[in-house]
Structures are given as C-alpha cells and as structure tokens.
C-alpha cells in the first residue's frame, strides 16, 4: 500500500483557483492510476479526475470539471496535482487523493475545499 498526503486546500471566493497537491510515499511509476474524488457535505463521494501509469497517458476528467481543473504530475517528487480554476461554491467539498496498483487501494486523509465569497 502506498500513503498519500494531500495538501493545498483552504477558502476561496467563487472564481478563484486552488492547487491541491498529493504526495505519494514512493515512485508513482509504480502505481496503476491514481485518481482525485470528492465528497460534498450529504453526498457521495464522486471521481473529479483519473490518470493512468502510461506517461503519455492523459487524463480524464468529469463533465462538472472539464475545462476548469487539470490534474498533472511530477515524477521526480512523486506528487499529483490538481489544479482548480473557475471554482464554484457547488465545488466546496473534501478532496481525496487515491491511488490503485492491481487490487490495492489507498486513500489520503483529503483536503477541504470551500469556495464563497
């Protein structure tokens, strides 16, 4: 299993953006896909943006973030990232990092975001 520390939440006003970074405890060329999701205050936890291993490999994005967020990765530190433009106050929830290799699945601990003004 890999450990994941997610970090770069806080407050923004809505049109603002965040960064939200994820470190992985080793070499993310290791791991299958590695994934952001969210979940809101009463809702599910749902997928914001996937990435697969393949280094040309792009990555894919929910219809609700597509053109806003953009999630990309530095091999050299291990980390993912996920950059969030245009926010909406329906975009405030904890964000999660996750990671799969075969059948192992790890989570971190998220990261709050709120957007209001």
């Known amino acids: 299993q890999v450990q994941l520390v997610e970090s770069g939440g806080g407050l923004v006003q809505p049109g603002g953006s965040l960064r939200l970074s994820c470190a992985a405890s080793r070499s993310i060329f290791s791991i299958d896909v590695m994934d952001w999701y969210r979940q809101a205050p009463g809702k599910e936890r749902e997928l914001v943006a996937s990435?697969?291993?393949?280094?040309?490999?792009?990555?894919h994005y929910a219809d609700f973030v597509k053109g806003r967020f953009t999630m990309s990765r530095d091999t050299a530190s291990n980390t993912v990232y996920l950059q969030m433009n245009s926010l909406k106050p329906e975009d405030t929830a904890v964000y999660y990092c996750?990671?799969?290799?075969?059948?192992?699945?790890?989570w971190g601990q998220g990261t709050q975001v709120t957007v209001s003004s």
């Open positions: 996750h990671a799969q290799t075969g059948h192992i699945y790890s």
């Open positions: 990435r697969f291993r393949d280094a040309t490999a792009t990555a």
